[in-house]
Nanobody, 122 residues
Framework: QVQLVESGGGLVQAGGSLRLSCEASGRSFSNYHMAWFRQAPGKEREFVAN???????RYADAVKGRFTGSRDYAKNTMYLQMNSLKPEDTAVYYC????????????????WGQGTQVTVSS
């Protein structure tokens, strides 16, 4: 079992920044690929970014150049630095973990946090 807890969400004006955190506990953090997803009201959950167990990163086109993912293995924590935020970034952001590099970019990832709300005002 892996437990994931997100934090860092909030209300920010367009153009502003936020940093989300996802703290993992349970199984060895370094053995899991990690990812961020988001879900806006009335929309399906979508992939935002993933940070592989090796530290490699991949981003959705909508956030490339604005969001940066990272991991701190000593703290068992993954981060998402979000800059130049737009109103369309408003969503509940979830972190996920899976040992499969394929599943981690899909909603079939095995472990999920409870989500943190990000609201970007125009």
């Amino acid at each position: 079992q892996v437990q994931l807890v997100e934090s860092g969400g909030g209300l920010v004006q367009a153009g502003g920044s936020l940093r989300l955190s996802c703290e993992a506990s349970g199984r060895s953090f370094s053995n899991y690929h990690m990812a961020w997803f988001r879900q806006a009201p009335g929309k399906e959950r979508e992939f935002v970014a993933n940070i592989g167990w090796s530290g490699s990163t991949r981003y959705a086109d909508a956030v490339k150049g604005r969001f940066t993912g990272s991991r701190d293995y000593a703290k068992n924590t993954m981060y998402l630095q979000m800059n130049s935020l737009k109103p369309e970034d408003t969503a509940v952001y979830y972190c996920a973990a899976d040992q499969s590099i394929v599943l981690i970019t899909t909603t079939k990832a095995r472990y999920w946090g409870q989500g943190t709300q990000v609201t970007v005002s125009s």
